[in-house]
């Protein structure tokens, strides 16, 4: 089974999500967000905009 974890770092004045596979894969966001959740709940919604990522 595969494994998609979300993180969030501090970056400037908020928060910079990354999305990494379990191939070792990751994406950053150009993006900072205000809030950790916020920053979460960004990066899950563009993954969810990538199924063939997902299906990779």
């Given at each position: ?37 916020e ?18």
């Amino acid at each position: 089974m595969s494994e998609v974890r979300l993180s969030a770092t501090p970056k400037g004045n908020g928060y910079q999500t990354t999305v990494t596979f379990s191939s070792g894969v990751s994406l950053s966001s150009a993006e900072t967000y205000s809030t950790v959740p916020e920053a979460i709940t960004a990066a899950a919604l563009k993954l969810l905009e990538m199924p063939d990522r997902i299906e990779a």
